[in-house]
């Protein structure tokens, strides 16, 4: 390893990083047992409980439910954010960093709560989408747009503005520039963000827990009903291709924008 | 991209998307301002507004009728002031004991030359990070459980008996260990960019001048990341006192903080009065923590959020 870190730190950071991934490698684990659930030691592996997840109707509705809900708040939330993101990245208008800060706001503020103020807002506007898949899209694109306006500005702030306007300049149309120029520039960044909003979207916990229903139920709300009653190995098996879909999803940004540089920008950019 | 397309006027010959001048960027926001607005902004604001109505359970739209009740009931009740001590206690314990889990590995992540090394690990934070919270959550149950992992390994050691297992969830520990896992990426990103700002000359000066390492580390590097250790904090209070899903499960509903309280008043008592109080109470919490780490400098540190 690097002989600049001292040593007393590694060892913190080893210890860290385990109890960071243990428990992801232990669903896995659980996931893929033999045994009626998980124990030490592991009892070998079997696919049983992954044919079970397959073979459920609970889980696997709910994991197509959830990911019919990540593609259609992916689309939104990529739509909204690049076009903010492309505001905030050209204006010089006082107020443009608390309209930042208002615009990702929503990813710290308490999920329960923005859950609960829409569900209210669906009932007492009678606008009959209070626990419906629509009441939840609303939900998640509050929720994942930020990820695209964070993504998307970090793309356009390494992004020379100069050539599109050399573009212009050359008798280029506003739109035909932008198309031609400054899009396949910053088409990375978009692709990246939208991967995020896929993955906030369907791993969403908090927002869903007023605005979802029997009938419209996102994976982690299914399994977090199940959980409270029992440890089902299926819903294990079920984290196992949440695993797979997030860490393929983080590996694919990663081919799209440096991730390093991407965390980087963040800083610079504010 | 049709939306850009449809929402920016092509002829005007000075302006246009690129170009500074251009007054028709404004287009450009103003869908997502009317998203914001709607679905946001009024919501919100209809919490607060019910949360001055007079108790009536089943009614949800606000009315005209102004009362203090539902404030003076939650300040006047110590189940209620308890739960909000139990959030902020728990907020502040959390980002604690994250900031000392976070340091080493923020450190070792900034100090990582090979760049695929480096991005392996930046991966790894960032995958727990975007990883659905519930999964997690299983992992942690089934490893601290009264029959989980580390239990059936103390009673394999013949440390502990069948029937009086080490309770390391369900109580205020599990809450911690749980919420330290969901914090802890936020706090890894934040620490990453504030460690890796630090001019690597000054530390060595410092040795230069005589210090030990130990000596170099602490008089020089860890002072210099208080920014990120200061918004770092702030982001993961927040974060913590803002969660549902990690006391429900991890304290299995018996550490009541005010989460837990504004599902239990609404979902199962349909009193929304008081659950937008609650509500309230908790969103001005979290605002207020957030609005002093974006003031402390969020600009200095890193992370997606």
Known sequence: MERHIPLPMLILAVLGFAFMLMPILVVVMAGLTAGEFLTFPPQGLSLRWVAAFLQSDKYLSSFFFSFRLAVMTMIVATILGTAAALFLSRTGMIGRGAMRAFFLSPVVLPGVVIGFALFAFFIATDMGISRTIWGLWIGHILYSTPYVIGTVGAALASYDTSLEEAARSLGASPWRAFRKVTLPNISQGIQAGSIFAFIVSFGQFEVSLFLSSPNSEPLPIAMYNSLRYQFEPSAAAAGIFAITLVTASVLLTNRLVNIRRLLERQQAGG | ?305
């Open chain 2, 1 to 305: 991209m049709t939306e850009i397309a449809a929402t920016t006027p092509a002829p005007v010959k000075s302006g246009g998307l690129g170009l500074r001048q251009s007054q028709f960027k404004w287009l450009l926001v103003v869908p997502l301002i009317v998203f914001f607005c709607i679905f946001f902004v009024i919501p919100v604001g209809l919490i607060f507004a019910t949360s001055f109505n007079p108790s009536a359970i089943g009614q949800v739209a606000p009315t005209a009728d102004i009362t203090l009740e539902n404030y003076i009931r939650f300040f006047s009740r110590s189940n209620y002031l308890m739960a909000a001590g139990r959030s902020v206690v728990l907020g502040v314990v959390v980002a604690l004991v994250t900031l000392i889990v976070a340091y080493p590995m923020a450190f070792v992540i900034a100090k990582t030359r090979h760049p695929g090394r480096n991005t392996t690990l930046l991966i790894l934070v960032l995958a727990a990070m975007q990883l659905d919270m519930v999964i997690r959550l299983y992992g942690m149950m089934v490893i601290l459980g009264d029959n989980g992992l580390i239990n059936q390994m103390l009673l394999g050691l013949g440390l502990t008996s069948e029937d009086a297992p080490v309770q390391l969830m369900y109580n205020f520990l599990g809450v911690v260990l749980g919420l330290v896992q969901f914090a802890l990426p936020f706090m890894i990103l934040t620490l990453v960019g504030v460690i890796r700002g630090i001019d690597p000359s000054l530390e060595e000066a410092a040795r230069a001048l005589g210090a030990s390492r130990r000596r170099a580390f602490f008089r020089v590097t860890l002072p210099m990341s208080m920014p990120g250790i200061l918004s770092g904090s702030l982001l993961v209070f927040a974060l913590s006192i803002s969660s549902y899903i990690v006391p429900a499960l991890m304290g299995g509903f018996r550490v009541g903080v005010l989460p837990i309280h504004i599902f239990q008043q609404v979902a199962e008592g349909a009193r929304f009065q008081f659950g937008a109080t609650i509500a309230v109470i908790l969103f001005l919490l979290s605002a207020g923590a957030i609005a002093i780490y974006l003031r402390v400098g969020a600009r200095r540190s890193g992370g997606l959020a």
